[in-house]
């Protein structure tokens, strides 16, 4: 081993045991619809010298997520597009193999923002270190990251979830929309509704504590909706308030949107969280054809980015860690294993080929 160390707190390494280069996926091309493989290239880069403040990450584990479909398209947005030739970049969570950071030492677990390739050069502040022992590394690419933060933040404060609401969750057996719903019963919902791509899902839904769910591909979705709620008795004859949903979750927009403002109640409130059914298309997608509807019914229609709820991070981490530590909340993983099936996964994704969150491992 070498003797050289670069602050107090980090152990010495041994760089000449430390890797030189690094897969990674790029970019090729620009996908017009829905993307395919040849969109993607595997390739190989080096390795920079770590640089004062800096730490070398061995990825063990990265995310695909529905969001990265939009950046692949060379749009503004709310995220800069990813560019052509280059690494894509998503979350990720690996061990700390070289430290040059006081805040990092080697074999700390931390998450960061630099998957889709085996190692990661980060800077101080790029990287977050985080406690294993509260769950499987995985968990922080989920239900204990990003994700959950997503479900908890779009229900509590853009939704404005009340105890005693009912709530429609669409892609309701995929990362996001799994959590809102259990979220929502630990918060006290009367009703929980759920919309999945396959009866397998459907069925997993009913397991992880959903009081109905239906498979969107038995019929039209306001029809199916309006079903569950008689079934879970949120429906009678002559109700008004007492007939729909309170919050709708919004991961699918198109029919699914136009299903749930016909049956919100008054006040009701949609926190608008992703639009998957639209995100291969190469023509202008027509908006719901009964908005209007927001109009006497005073709903509240919100779209939302989870960076804007760092804020809410500590308070959903402490509530989530308990709900795991009780069982209260569940999550699913989907494992696809290999840097080199990230693009299939991520293809996959966007078919629903995945129950809770899509991991790919790397180690």
């Given at each position: 081993m070498s003797n050289e160390s670069h602050n107090h707190d980090t152990p010495a390494v041994d760089k000449s045991a430390l890797p030189r280069t690094t897969r990674e996926v790029q970019l090729?091309?620009?996908?017009?619809?829905?993307?395919?493989?040849?969109?993607?290239?595997?390739?190989?880069?080096?390795?920079?010298?770590?640089?004062?403040?800096?730490?070398?990450?061995?990825?063990?584990?990265?995310?695909?997520?529905?969001?990265?479909?939009?950046?692949?398209?060379?749009?503004?947005?709310?995220?800069?597009?990813?560019?052509?030739?280059?690494?894509?970049?998503?979350?990720?969570?690996?061990?700390?193999?070289?430290?040059?950071?006081?805040?990092?030492?080697?074999?700390?677990?931390?998450?960061?923002?630099?998957?889709?390739?085996?190692?990661?050069?980060?800077?101080?502040?790029?990287?977050?270190?985080?406690?294993?022992?509260?769950?499987?590394?995985?968990?922080?690419?989920?239900?204990?990251?990003?994700?959950?933060?997503?479900?908890?933040?779009?229900?509590?404060?853009?939704?404005?979830?009340?105890?005693?609401?009912?709530?429609?969750?669409?892609?309701?057996?995929?990362?996001?929309?799994?959590?809102?719903?259990?979220?929502?019963?630990?918060?006290?919902?009367?009703?929980?509704?759920?919309?999945?791509?396959?009866?397998?899902?459907?069925?997993?839904?009913?397991?992880?504590?959903?009081?109905?769910?239906?498979?969107?591909?038995?019929?039209?979705?306001?029809?199916?909706?309006?079903?569950?709620?008689?079934?879970?008795?949120?429906?009678?004859?002559g109700a008004s308030d007492a007939a729909g949903i309170d919050v709708y979750f919004d991961n699918v927009g198109g029919e699914h949107l136009e299903a749930a403002i016909s049956v919100l109640n008054r006040f009701g409130r949609v926190a608008m969280c992703g639009a998957i059914s639209q995100y291969n298309s190469t023509a202008p997608v027509s908006g719901p054809r009964n908005l209007a509807l927001a109009i006497g019914k005073q709903l509240t229609l919100r779209g939302f980015i989870v960076g804007s709820y760092q804020y809410l991070a500590e308070e959903f981490a402490g509530k989530m860690a308990r709900w795991l530590g009780d069982g209260a909340v569940r999550f699913d993983e989907t494992f696809v294993h290999g840097l080199e099936n990230a693009p299939q996964a991520f293809i996959d994704l966007l078919r629903g080929a995945n129950t809770g969150k899509m991991v790919v491992t790397l180690d």
């Open positions: 090729a091309s620009r996908p017009q619809g829905e993307p395919v493989p040849e969109n993607f290239r595997l390739t190989e880069s080096d390795i920079p010298a770590l640089a004062d403040g800096q730490i070398l990450v061995r990825n063990t584990a990265m995310s695909v997520d529905p969001y990265m479909r939009g950046r692949m398209n060379d749009v503004k947005s709310y995220s800069p597009p990813f560019a052509l030739n280059a690494a894509l970049d998503g979350g990720a969570v690996g061990e700390v193999i070289a430290s040059r950071s006081a805040a990092h030492k080697v074999g700390d677990v931390v998450v960061h923002a630099l998957g889709w390739r085996d190692y990661a050069v980060l800077a101080e502040g790029e990287a977050r270190t985080v406690d294993s022992t509260l769950s499987r590394p995985t968990a922080f690419l989920g239900a204990l990251g990003m994700t959950g933060l997503t479900a908890y933040a779009g229900l509590t404060e853009v939704a404005a979830f009340k105890p005693g609401d009912t709530v429609f969750v669409s892609a309701a057996a995929g990362a996001v929309g799994s959590l809102v719903g259990q979220i929502a019963k630990n918060l006290g919902a009367a009703r929980v509704i759920g919309s999945a791509g396959s009866s397998e899902k459907v069925a997993r839904l009913l397991e992880l504590g959903f009081d109905a769910a239906f498979n969107y591909h038995d019929g039209p979705v306001k029809d199916q909706l309006k079903a569950a709620l008689q079934r879970t008795g949120a429906a009678t004859p």
